[in-house]
């Protein structure tokens, strides 16, 4: 919903001509929760990333805390965002227990983050811009697929986080997407 309200309020600020030709208007988003309720699945996810750290006045009731996350905005269209990130064991794990992943999940997925905090992760956070979304802008291409970059490596892949991981096979079934072993036949 939000995303069409947002194409929505894009197309009648151009055709109402609200949006001065010339000016550039900066906004930072800020406050939003860190859940929202995914009906299909009958479950929280995190909104921003599950690594996003909750405000610390809300961290006694997790499920409705606001994130530390903030995005900023130009022209309405997101040129980049970030969070301030959780550091601390306990508030991972209990993020992780929030948004429907079990004890031996999360260790399996991210048992190498669990493990840093333990020794002692100072508080951090950051931003990203999004360049490729700025290129689009300055090009005045219409879509980022005109400018986007290459991904990390030639086979799409992240050397530092070993991603892509494994998905389990409820997305595989959102995706509509079948699993097969390949015919030790054919391969040769």
Known sequence: VNKTLDRVRQFLAKSLEEVPEGEDAFLWVTDFPMFEWNPEEKRL???????????????HDLKNANAQAYDIVLNGVEIGGGSLRIYRSDVQSEVFAAIGLSEEEARSKFGYLLD?????????GGIAYGLD????????ASSIRDVIAFPKTAGATCLLTEAPGDVNDQQLKELHIQRRAPDPKTEE
Not at 116 to 124: I, K, N, S, T, Y
Request: aromatic letters at 6%; glycine letters at 6%.
């Open 116 to 124: 840093a905090f333990q020794l002692g992760a100072p508080p951090h």
């Open 133 to 140: 979304r700025l290129v689009m802008m300055l090009a005045g």
């Open 45 to 59: 996810e995190a909104l921003h990333h599950p690594f996003t750290a909750p405000n610390p006045d809300q961290i």
